[in-house]
Every structure is written in C-alpha cells, then in structure tokens.
Antibody
Framework: EVQLVESGGGVVQPGGSLRLSCAASGFTFDDYAMHWVRQAPGKGLEWVSLISGDGGSTYYADSVKGRFTISRDNSKNSLYLQMNSLRTEDTALYYC?????????????WGQGTMVTVSS | VIWMTQSPSLLSASTGDRVTISCRMSQGISSYLAWYQQKPGKAPELLIYAASTLQSGVPSRFSGSGSGTDFTLTISCLQSEDFATYYCQQYYSFPPATFGQGTKVEIK
C-alpha cells in the first residue's frame, strides 16, 4: 500500500524551529518528486516546497523562502522540512505529498498531515 | 503569477443532482490542471489531472474538461459521499503550484 506518514509537528514560539518528517512506503521513493503543502485552520491549500527525486533541485514558496529547508534521504524513504524563524502565520496542518512523476506538479498521494502551531 | 478564480465558493445541491464547478485562469495553462476532493478532517485526494484524466479508483461520475483558461469539474449524479470541498490546482507555471479558493458542496 502506498502511504505517507508525517510526524514532528507541535507547538512552538514565534522565532522557533521545528523539523517535520514524512515516511514513505509502497513505491520507489527516489523516482518521484515530493512536496510539502499546508493548510491553515479553516483555510485553503498552500504549496510550500518541492524536492526532486534525486534531491538535486529544491523550490520554495515566497512565503517560506530563506526560512524553510526541504531535504530527503532516499536510503530511508524519508522527506523532511526544517522550519526556522517560525511566524504565527506558519500555523497550519502540513501535508507531505507525492508528485505524479519527477517534478510534474500534481499530487497523487497525501499523508494525513502534522499540525504546527506557532504561538507565544 | 497566474491568478485562479474558482466558483462558486458554496454550492447547495441534492443527491442525484448534476453539479459543475468552474476554475478560470488569468492566462492559458494548456491542460496543466488538477482537481482534488477534501472531506472534513481528511487529506485532499486527487480526482483528475491533466484537466480530464480520471485518477485511478475515482468513480466515473466525476469528469473534468477544458483547456487554456477555462476548466470545469462535473459530478454527473451527486452521491452522499460527494459532499466535500473541491479545489482546482494549476501546475503549468510551476513552481509554485497554486490552488483555487475551494468550492464547498453542501446538502441542499
């Protein structure tokens, strides 16, 4: 079964850091780009970041550029999001999502999400 | 930046109805459009990609059409499990991927 399981969310103060993880199973992980997509409470979907299958290319939404870093460990079938200098507006449910291919841009498998709350 | 206008934001319908949701782009995106369904407390699920290709396992009552700037998601015969929020997403000018504002389909 193709599956993505996120972890690492929690409550953090503004300016703090958090590292999210996503464990993948059921598919050849390094054949696919992977993404992080977030959803603020009661709001719509916002794409956050992308990493290519070999990890050589990364992209970020302007709202997180310079603060967030996406990475992957293909030997562990794992995706990560290092989040620094967190702001209250980063409060959201963070989903990892599998690309249709290696950087096509649509998402065919989603995890259940991990909640990040930035609050003092 | 490609601007997306998804409409309506709220759609009230009854089981058995045919419903359509529109997504309009500020510039042409060929067929690089996907549709997702999200139920409360759940992750989004891919319904359609490349504007009209049905994702494996998705019921055939869902269909997508359009190219360029105007796209439509149609549910031919609304079922109880279809009451949810639907999002369009463009991936022509990517990154970033951008989503529509969402359409909530509620019971009339």
């Amino acid at each position: 079964e193709v599956q993505l399981v996120e972890s690492g969310g929690g409550v953090v103060q503004p300016g703090g850091s958090l590292r999210l993880s996503c464990a993948a199973s059921g598919f050849t992980f390094d054949d696919y780009a992977m993404h992080w997509v977030r959803q603020a409470p009661g709001k719509g979907l916002e794409w956050v970041s992308l990493i290519s299958g070999d990890g050589g290319s990364t992209y970020y939404a302007d709202s997180v550029k310079g603060r967030f870093t996406i990475s992957r460990d293909n030997s562990k079938n794992s995706l990560y999001l290092q989040m620094n200098s967190l702001r209250t507006e980063d409060t959201a449910l963070y989903y990892c999502a599998k690309d249709l291919s290696d950087v096509e841009g649509a998402f065919d498998i989603w995890g259940q999400g991990t909640m990040v709350t930035v609050s003092s | 930046v490609i601007w997306m206008t998804q409409s309506p934001s709220l759609l009230s319908a009854s089981t058995g109805d045919r419903v359509t949701i529109s997504c309009r782009m500020s510039q042409g995106i060929s067929s690089y459009l996907a549709w997702y369904q999200q139920k409360p407390g759940k992750a989004p699920e891919l319904l359609i990609y490349a504007a009209s290709t049905l994702q494996s396992g998705v019921p055939s009552r869902f269909s997508g059409s359009g190219s360029g700037t105007d796209f439509t998601l149609t549910i031919s015969c609304l079922q109880s499990e279809d009451f949810a929020t639907y999002y369009c997403q463009q991936y022509y000018s990517f990154p970033p991927a951008t989503f529509g504002q969402g359409t909530k389909v509620e019971i009339k």
